[in-house]
């Protein structure tokens, strides 16, 4: 066979021309091959190329080495976030539970012990889908500790009398929610306790729930914390004795895992969590793999090019021509869709406000300063009678014409739902019950708020929303009032109104988080900024809504914006 340099010619003989492909015609990698004898002449890498093989293997593990480590770095501080998340949640229960329990332990010190009255007051808070299982009234200061009056299932602490004796003996002497485990009884359950400090009569009121026998959590599919398994412990232990509730299988629990120490009453919870799965995406979780994959090709196709890149200059700056085209081709498509998106949004929110009597009103939806996906945003001013005024705005979570289609099918529903019935707690009801009658991927925060022109008044309740500002003169303040879970969190939802007076010539500024919210900063600075640019200044709806547009919702701001301004005009 004769000998080939390190070019690839064959010594004694020219180079032979390619027949069929050439290297432009079979991409960037092709080499021309010449046959003899039918078999391939094959091609013998240079040092050159040798070199840049082994230099880009070296470049490869490197990156991938520091891929996987940032990945797993990432990955703890994210199931870590995620275990604080979790304990915030545990930890906002505990008004939830006190707040009947408390108000049971006053009325039964005001009515010394009254079992009527106490029944009366217990009944909607107990029973199968309700708050508590059983609830029960029990006497302080007593050596035989037992229930004087019992609303629901009877209490498992009521037959194990050595616990109750040193559980109310230990609640006697706090001021706070008390909480007790019935773990190894043959009905576990979790008990919660209060009674009022310096109390003349001396009552307790004790809560019980039952737990699941085998612990196993029916909570495991929420679709907030779906990404993770967890194991919740009473008090400081890790013990599997001392085990609440837990969506794992196996114990004891292996792998990557974060634990937050809770507070809970006069106790605390340890929460352990383990990850599903990557919680940064699988796409990072595959990275390293895909790095050494791509960059083995790589190294391979720049070992296979490093004998060839002198030829291919010429055909480098003629693609340069091309990838210039195809960027202003990119750009020009760039700009049509962003039109496209902005021209659909506005398509989906109301084509002009109603005439109201008494009322001048003015909105306005800004779109996100980058990026060509629609937002989420919408607002709509409903005249309910001749004297009412309905305001609903509101922000689905993400982006995209998924989030747009969510917001036009949540609007559409607000108004349906209100045509019904005008008052803004039975409206989210109704829509919350709606999201949450089948599965979703989503959230929304909504604001309702019902305006009575007669009396002055507004009633408003929120599903997670930023209050409105009300401004008076040259004064402003956020309305304060209840904030609900966001529609589509939690099932069967509480929406509590929040009824307020307003001052006459008054103006009402309802908007979404893209006006207020910074990546750079905290909410209570955009809030603050908010305020100082709407006050003092005494505008027109529409001036107030242009001000606010041009000083607020700048070329720099990273989402969509609503505003709807509401001026009283006596």
């Given at each position: ?35 003899e004898?039918?078999s ?23 990156f991938?080495l ?28 505990v ?31 107990v ?32 037959s ?27 009905r576990p ?47 400081h ?108 949004q ?64 949540l ?20 829509l ?7 599965e ?11 305006i ?38 939690m ?39 908010l ?24 070329k ?15």
């Amino acid at each position: 066979m004769p000998a080939m340099s390190s070019r690839g010619e064959v010594a004694g003989r020219k180079p032979a021309r390619a027949e069929g492909p050439t290297a432009r015609g079979a991409g960037w990698g092709a080499l021309p091959l010449a046959r003899e004898g039918g078999s391939l002449w094959r091609w013998r890498p240079s040092r050159v190329a040798t070199a840049a093989f082994a230099l880009g293997l070296i470049v490869t593990a490197a990156f991938a080495l520091t891929s996987l480590r940032l990945y797993d770095r990432n990955e703890s501080r994210l199931l870590h976030l995620r275990a604080r998340e979790v304990g915030s949640v545990i930890t906002a229960v505990v008004p939830s539970i006190q707040t009947p329990l408390a108000s049971a332990a006053e009325l039964a010190d005001a009515t010394g012990g009254d079992q009527g009255r106490f029944r009366a007051f217990m009944a909607p808070y107990v029973g199968p889908g309700r708050q508590f299982a059983s609830v029960s009234l029990w006497r302080l200061a007593t050596s035989r500790p037992a229930p004087t009056v019992v609303v629901g299932a009877r209490p498992v602490l009521a037959s194990l009398r050595s616990q109750a004796r040193a559980f109310f003996a230990h609640a006697e002497r706090s001021q706070q929610l008390n909480v007790t485990g019935i773990l190894s009884a043959p009905r576990p359950s979790l008990g919660f306790e209060f009674s009022t400090p310096g109390a003349k009569h001396g009552f307790a009121v004790y809560a019980e729930n039952p737990l699941p026998k085998d612990r196993r959590s029916t909570l495991a599919r929420n679709s907030a914390f779906s990404d993770l398994n967890y194991a919740l412990y009473l008090g400081h232990s890790r013990r599997k004795a001392d085990l609440v509730v837990t969506s794992l299988h196996h114990f004891p629990i292996s792998g990557r895992q974060a634990s937050a120490v809770t507070p809970f009453g006069d106790t605390v919870f340890t929460l352990i969590v383990t990850p599903n799965g990557p919680l940064g995406g699988s796409f990072f979780a595959s990275l390293p793999w895909i790095i050494v994959a791509v960059g083995a090709v790589i190294s391979l196709a720049a070992a296979l090019m490093t004998d060839r890149l002198a030829r291919r200059r010429q055909y480098a700056e003629q693609l340069t021509g091309v990838l210039d085209r195809v960027a202003a081709e990119n750009h020009e498509l760039y700009t049509e869709q962003r039109g496209i998106a902005q021209t659909l949004q506005h398509a989906l929110l109301p084509d002009a406000l109603p005439q109201l009597r008494g009322l001048r009103v003015s909105a306005r939806y800004i779109p996100a300063a980058s990026g060509i996906d629609v937002g989420g945003d919408w607002y709509d001013v409903v005249a309910a009678d001749d004297r009412r005024v309905l305001l609903v705005i509101g922000d689905v979570s993400g982006h995209g014409l998924h989030s747009a289609t969510t917001m036009a099918l949540l609007r559409h529903a607000t108004l349906a739902y209100a045509a019904e019935e005008y008052r803004p707690a039975a409206v989210l009801a109704k829509l919350s019950d709606f999201v949450n009658s089948e599965e979703h991927d989503y959230f929304a925060t909504v604001l309702c708020a019902l305006i009575d022109l007669e009396s002055h008044t507004i009633t408003m309740a929120s599903a997670g929303h930023i209050a409105p500002l009300l401004i008076n003169g040259d004064q402003g303040e956020y309305v304060k009032f209840d904030v609900n879970v966001p529609i589509g969190v939690m099932r069967d939802a509480d929406f509590r109104e929040t009824t307020v007076s307003v001052p006459p010539n008054s103006t009402l500024v309802a908007f979404t988080d893209g006006l207020v919210e910074r990546r750079t900063e905290i909410l209570d600075t955009g809030l603050a900024r908010l305020r100082d640019t709407a006050t003092g200044r005494r505008l027109a709806p529409d001036d107030l809504v242009e001000t606010l547009t041009r000083d607020l919702a700048s070329k720099d701001h990273n989402d969509d914006t609503a505003i709807v301004v509401i001026q009283w005009e006596s």
